[in-house]
């Protein structure tokens, strides 16, 4: 609803300033209320993706995989997940059972 009419129609000063106020503060809390549910979508968004360093059980080599490891065909190395996929690189290339396997190669 539009409250110009009001305003500008109105000769009193009083009921002016008072809905002009009152405007104001439901324009403030709806900026306020769409700034905090756009911060939370966006954390939920980046919250869902992780990363695992697993090893394959048949070829017996390491990889970083966005899927949990389910532990038979491909397993879990390090029971931790990481919150970027540069993070599990860099632990995949400090762990010594994937050091074996890329020095085999």
């Known amino acids: 609803m539009d409250i110009r009419p009001f305003i500008d129609g ?3 000063e009083t009921v002016r300033s008072v809905l ?3 405007s104001e503060k439901m324009i403030r809390k709806i ?8 911060q939370f979508t966006v954390s939920a968004i980046g919250a869902t993706e992780q990363w695992w360093v697993a ?12 899927k949990k ?11 931790t997940t990481y919150k970027s996929e540069a993070e599990a ?3 995949m290339k ?3 059972s994937c050091k ?6």
């Open 20 to 22: 002009t106020q009152g």
């Open 10 to 12: 109105t000769e009193d």
């Open 89 to 91: 690189n860099a632990a």
């Open 69 to 79: 490891p389910d532990g038979t065909l491909v397993i879990d190395l390090a029971k």
């Open 100 to 105: 074996k396997a890329t020095e085999q190669r």
């Open 31 to 38: 900026a306020i209320t769409t700034a905090l549910l756009s």
């Open 55 to 66: 090893k394959d059980a048949v070829s017996k080599q390491c990889e970083v995989v966005t």
């Open 94 to 96: 400090k762990m010594p």
